[in-house]
């Protein structure tokens, strides 16, 4: 191992048994009565990872990406089924917070059971007696029975333990939401008075802002391997696009199962009433219009050409209005709007607005709004549809006529993402 390197881990895979059809009971176990096949889940793969003295690296990915068994393996919680992990340094790990504890003990017996499993003397124990007691804030709990603790007792003890043993290497996974805001901010401080000092600190966790606020290295694990490592902005950046992307996929798919059962469902309905209608039905409070010219359908099409109720931030859509004329107008304008989560109107336009004169139209056929780039922020909102006279006579409104969301990667607060950037003008001193 280099002598900068504290944790060196190479070409290290751990695999779990995942049984398709196990026995359930003795009975089952003792006459095969199940197959008992199994294969073998891969939660960490060939990972190779060098991480150096006084370096804070967080590991990223979505549930069940390898970033826990990684760090049990870490600590010897679990053992690899090969490769090779070394570890230089007194390791504190903020994983299994209070596995020693045990419940008929008082809070002051189980830190020095605790202290002692993370390696600390009686001695060193006593020393830091004080400073454990007064950060867990128990107060006179802490000659308590630990089975009548809060979980946020309980907790608060376990952390307070752990993060006063003076570790060379800290690990910690997803706890640093311990306590109330002012215990947290203490665990923060903590944590970067650590880093000060040069220890060096793996983090799992979700929580992106901290990652980028106080780590150094960020490592995106995907099925137990290695996607990208490097600056934190980067590549939470490209984290996020990803699973943004992967959450408007999901979504598309629940959108077009739901269709297509609504599809089964109207037909259905229309062999059951004889009915060939094929309006959609809102209540008057959000619909209303002389119907002359009626709305028959609307939808939104992606930059893929898909009928959605998701966009993606930066991508071009369309809207489609789907009209028939049961009375001809001398004018037509046909409009379109979205609402926030507030039912608050963020944007409205019309094709009169944008100076397209419509006097004669076919007896039924298609508006299309079109956007280059979608500039609304993650969120919900509300779409609404509509088709005035030449007048601004109402002859079919749809306040809300769908919800979508919006998932974008631009990380502004507000509505809307504003095309900008920044000049910074230096003074002369």
């Known amino acids: ?118 390696g600390l003397s009686r001695k060193e124990i006593e020393g830091k007696l004080g400073d454990i007691i007064s950060f867990s804030e128990l107060g006179d709990f802490i000659d308590n029975p630990v089975r009548t603790y809060s979980s946020g007792m309980y907790m608060r003890l376990a952390f307070s333990v752990a993060i006063n043993v003076d570790p060379e290497i800290l690990l910690i996974d997803e706890i640093l939401s311990v306590g109330d805001e002012n215990f947290q901010k203490k665990c923060f401080d903590k944590i ?6 040069g220890a060096t600190i793996v983090i799992v966790t979700h929580d992106l802002g901290t990652v980028e606020k106080i780590c150094d290295r960020v490592i995106w694990l995907d099925k137990g391997q290695i996607i990208e490592q490097g600056q934190p902005d980067k590549i939470i950046n490209l984290y996020q696009q990803h699973m943004n992307e992967k959450f408007v996929e999901q979504r598309q798919t629940e959108f077009d199962s739901n269709e297509d059962i609504k599809k089964e469902q109207d037909i259905t309905k229309k062999i059951e009433t004889n009915e060939n209608e094929s309006v959609p039905q809102f209540s008057e409070d959000v619909r209303w219009g002389s119907k002359e010219v009626e709305i028959i359908d609307a939808r939104i099409i992606n930059h893929s050409g898909e009928a959605t109720n998701v966009i993606m931030g930066g991508k071009p859509f369309t809207i489609e209005i789907d009209y028939i004329v049961n009375s001809p107008q001398k004018k037509y ?7 926030n989560s507030d039912n608050v109107l963020i944007y409205g336009n019309n094709t009169e607005i944008d100076k397209i004169k419509l006097e004669n139209i076919n007896p039924t056929g298609t508006v299309e709004f079109i956007n280059d780039k979608c500039n609304l922020l993650s969120g919900r909102y509300k779409l609404n549809v509509a088709v005035v006279d030449g007048s601004h006579r109402a002859l079919d409104f749809i306040k809300y006529y769908m919800d979508f969301t919006v998932v974008s990667s631009d990380r502004s607060v507000g509505v809307f993402s504003v095309d900008h950037k920044w000049l910074i003008n230096k003074t002369n001193t």
């Open 1 to 118: 191992m280099e002598e900068s390197v504290v944790i060196s881990i190479e070409n290290v895979n751990k695999a779990f048994k995942i049984y398709h059809d196990k026995p359930l009971t003795l009975k089952e176990k003792i006459l095969k009565l199940r197959s008992n096949d199994y294969s073998d889940f891969f939660a960490v793969k060939e990972v190779s990872l060098d991480i150096k003295k006084g370096e804070t690296v967080a590991l990223i990915g979505h549930n069940g990406c390898g970033k826990s068994t990684l760090l049990k393996l870490i600590t010897k919680i679990l053992y690899p089924d090969s490769g090779r992990i070394t570890v230089d340094g007194r390791i504190s790990s903020l994983i299994e917070l209070g596995a020693g504890f045990h419940p008929d003990f008082t809070g002051r017996e189980n830190i020095y059971t605790n202290a002692a499993i993370f």
């Open 192 to 197: 970067d008075s650590f880093k000060k000092n």
């Open 333 to 339: 304008i046909f409009g379109m709007g979205f609402y």
